[in-house]
């Protein structure tokens, strides 16, 4: 089984950016990075093919952060990434990294085999 391990997360004030690491401990298809706040239900993020954009792997936006948020994947490094910006206090959540060995993506979390045990975004107003 793939092993991922999130990275990079913490206290931003609003307006602020992060940027999101997730390492794989080997290959996989597509990833994808999901949320989820206290009470409520976990909803993606983003996901991204294998081979990335340059692969024709264009990455795919969830309505609730898109246009804030981009997501790139080094496949040298097995490692996917999530840049925040623009903050809102809203988007305080825990950030999950996701991937499976199909290279097909969906937009589900069933989808996914492979879950990071998250990391913590908080936003202050």
């Known amino acids: 089984d793939v092993q991922l391990v999130e990275s990079g997360g913490g206290s931003v004030p609003a307006g602020g950016s992060l940027t999101l690491s997730c390492a794989a401990s080997g290959s996989t298809g597509c990833m994808a990075w999901f949320r989820q706040a206290p009470g409520k239900e976990r909803e993606a993020v983003g996901m991204i093919g294998l081979g990335g954009i340059a692969a024709g792997g264009d990455p795919e936006y969830g309505d609730s952060m898109k246009g804030r948020v981009t997501i790139s994947r080094d496949d040298n490094k097995n490692t996917l990434y999530l840049r925040l910006m623009s903050l809102k206090p809203e988007d305080s959540a825990t950030y999950y990294c996701?991937?499976?060995?199909?290279?097909?993506?969906?937009?589900?979390?069933?989808?996914?085999?492979?879950w990071g045990q998250g990391t913590q975004v908080t936003v202050s107003s």
């Open positions: 996701a991937a499976r060995d199909s290279v097909f993506c969906y937009m589900s979390a069933k989808v996914f085999e492979y």
